[in-house]
T-cell receptor
Framework: EAGVVQSPRYKIIEKKQPVAFWCNPI?????LYWYLQNLGQGPELLIR????????DSQLPKDRFSAERLKGVDSTLKIQPAELGDSAVYLC????????????FGPGTRLTVL | GNSVTQMEGPVTLSEEAFLTINCTYT??????LFWYVQYPGEGLQLLLK?????DKGSNKGFEATYRKETTSFHLEKGSVQVSDSAVYFC????????????FGKGTSLLVTP
């Protein structure tokens, strides 16, 4: 069974440019998470989806970040415009359903903003 | 709010040494507790979990016991191997957070031959 797929794995952009990350969760997983992992830190939740609904986006900086999961399957996270401080690893995870104990993580997208 | 505190790294051990990585938590409810591992160049993987007090999670020789009285979930292994070199994250989740994971900062472990 395929795991959580993320692309691209690495992205280097100039500040003020837009960038988008894509995530395809494990088939059948209704719950999808985006986490931000700064260097030397643990991941922090950005947004949680139950199917196509964003049920917790309280930690998403909405002035520059947006996300969508239109058909309740794959998801895109966008930053526009990117800032130097956005350099980090962006992780996607999925689980069968809310309350299910195991989340499966993708390999992440490492973003470098110059 | 919920939080997780784990010991600072890096931790350097010789092969076959005993490992302990301390983790304590603060939570308002009754969280589930997890240890995730991140091997170099790879994604986060669930190592073990415990869902209620006094539960012991175990996997690949690693163990951790959910201690409600000390709000702790320390990771232990009796004899580490070079292949255990990785970053270890303690985490919790509960209903209040919608079961999103709340991670500690991670502890880097290096095992030398």
């Amino acid at each position: 069974e395929a795991g959580v797929v993320q692309s691209p794995r690495y992205k280097i952009i100039e500040k003020k440019q837009p960038v988008a990350f894509w995530c395809n969760p494990i088939s059948g997983h209704n719950t999808l998470y985006w986490y931000l992992q700064n260097l030397g830190q643990g991941p922090e939740l950005l947004i949680r989806y139950e199917n196509e609904e964003a049920v917790d986006d309280s930690q998403l900086p909405k002035d520059r970040f947006s996300a969508e999961r239109l058909k309740g399957v794959d998801s895109t996270l966008k930053i526009q415009p990117a800032e130097l401080g956005d350099s980090a690893v962006y992780l996607c995870a999925s689980s069968l359903a809310e309350g299910y104990n195991e989340q499966f993580f993708g390999p992440g997208t490492r973003l470098t903003v110059l | 709010g919920n939080s997780v505190t784990q010991m600072e790294g890096p931790v350097t051990l010789s092969e076959e040494a005993f490992l302990t990585i301390n983790c304590t938590y603060t939570a308002t409810g009754y969280p589930s507790l997890f240890w995730y591992v991140q091997y170099p160049g790879e994604g986060l993987q669930l190592l073990l979990k415990a869902t209620k007090a006094d539960d012991k999670g175990s996997n690949k020789g690693f163990e951790a016991t959910y201690r409600k009285e000390t709000t702790s979930f320390h990771l232990e292994k009796g004899s580490v191997q070079v292949s255990d070199s990785a970053v270890y994250f303690c985490a919790l989740s509960d209903q209040d957070s919608g079961y999103a994971l709340n991670f500690g900062k991670g502890t880097s472990l290096l095992v030398t031959p």
